[in-house]
């Protein structure tokens, strides 16, 4: 079994700043990638940022110099650091790894449960 938490959501004013962590545990032999994806209400799930195992990221346009992502391989955790937030940042944001639990199985995804983060005008 393989579990992903996330926590450090909450309530921001505009402008504020957040950070979001997510660890994965349970039976887990490798990570190749983690990242975040945000829904808001009404829309469709979608793609914020990625970290691989070698440390290279990726972000969406819409937080491209404003959120930041990072892991700790030996902790299999990933943090999102959220600065000059927006209304427009508001939305459930959900951690996924793709990941291998042995050393002949292939990669899948997991994603955490969700944490809220609502920024207010």
């Known amino acids: 079994q393989v579990q992903l938490v996330e926590s450090g959501g909450g309530l921001v004013q505009a402008g504020g700043s957040l950070r979001l962590s997510c660890a994965a545990s349970g039976s887990i032999f490798s990570i190749s990638s983690m990242g975040w994806y945000r829904q808001a209400p009404g829309k469709e799930r979608e793609y914020v940022a990625v970290?691989?195992?070698?440390?290279?990221?990726n972000y969406a346009d819409s937080v491209k110099g404003r959120f930041t992502i990072t892991r700790d391989n030996a902790k299999n955790t990933v943090n999102l650091r959220m600065d000059s937030l927006k209304p427009e940042d508001t939305a459930v944001y959900y951690c996924k790894a793709v990941l291998a639990y042995s050393s002949t199985s292939a990669n899948y995804n997991y994603w955490g449960q969700g944490t809220q983060v609502t920024v207010s005008s």
């Open positions: 970290i691989t195992s070698a440390g290279i990221t």
